[in-house]
């Protein structure tokens, strides 16, 4: 089944301790991403990834890391998480976003920082 | 930069209703327009993807259109469900940007 994981589904932590969501697709895309959502300002882009190695900052990336170091998995690295990071984290994957390829968006992670 | 506006930001409607769900959008020079579904505490799916030289595109109950020159897309359910209560999201591309969604609700 074509399909694109995320782990942990839902996670709470401390402010400072680094932690790290994976994100897994087994489409062989290229073009993967991040997205956060909040109420009230729905989903904005955090980093996205054209290709293996190839990463490029999002609308909100302040905060965050990312790397690709394979096709198949895109990680989004918290070094030092604050109160302002609790959210819920989509990642996605899509074969060419340039040419508006189906996005497919992951479960989601609900992450709370206190 | 790209805006999306989606109205109206919620919708309730009796069973049986056909509806249209509004979406504009600032920058007309996208590649694509996408609507998405989305249930309480769960991911996104996609429902139609229209590309830019398209117009509309169907499936099942669902049809979306796109006018690029007015920045205007639409989402038409006929015979809406309970099962279709969620919140729909537009999203255009180039760098995917979502709209704020409308919260669908079906009476039964």
């Known amino acids: 089944e074509a399909q694109v994981t995320q782990n942990p589904r839902y996670l709470i932590t401390v402010t400072g301790k680094k932690l790290t969501v994976t994100c897994s697709q087994n489409?062989?895309?290229?073009?993967m991403s991040w997205y956060r959502q909040d109420p009230g300002l729905g989903l904005r882009q955090i980093y996205y990834?054209?290709?293996?190695?190839?990463?490029d900052k999002g609308d909100v990336p302040e905060g965050y890391k990312v790397s690709r170091k394979e096709k198949r998995n895109f990680p989004l690295i918290l070094e030092s998480p604050s109160p302002n990071q609790t959210s819920l984290y989509f990642c996605?994957?899509?074969?060419?976003?340039?040419?508006?390829?189906?996005?497919?968006f992951g479960p989601g992670t609900r992450l709370t920082v206190t | 930069k790209q805006e999306v506006t989606q109205i109206p930001a919620a919708l309730s409607v009796p069973e049986g209703e056909n509806l249209v769900l509004n979406c504009s959008f600032t920058?007309?020079?996208?590649?694509?327009l996408q609507w998405f579904r989305q249930d309480p505490g769960k991911g996104l799916t996609s429902l139609l993807l229209?590309?830019?030289?398209?117009r509309e595109q169907t499936s099942g109950r669902l049809n979306a259109s796109l006018d690029k020159s007015s920045g205007r897309s639409t989402l038409y359910i006929a015979a809406s469900q309970p099962g279709d209560s969620a919140t729909y999201l537009c999203?255009?591309?180039?760098?995917?940007?979502f709209g704020s969604g409308t919260q669908l609700t079906v009476l039964p």
């Open positions: 996605a994957s899509s074969t060419d976003r340039d040419r508006g390829y189906e996005q497919y």
């Open positions: 229209i590309q830019s030289s398209q």
């Open positions: 920058d007309s020079a996208i590649y694509n």
């Open positions: 489409m062989n895309h290229e073009y």
């Open positions: 999203a255009a591309s180039r760098q995917l940007t």
């Open positions: 990834s054209m290709n293996v190695e190839v990463t």
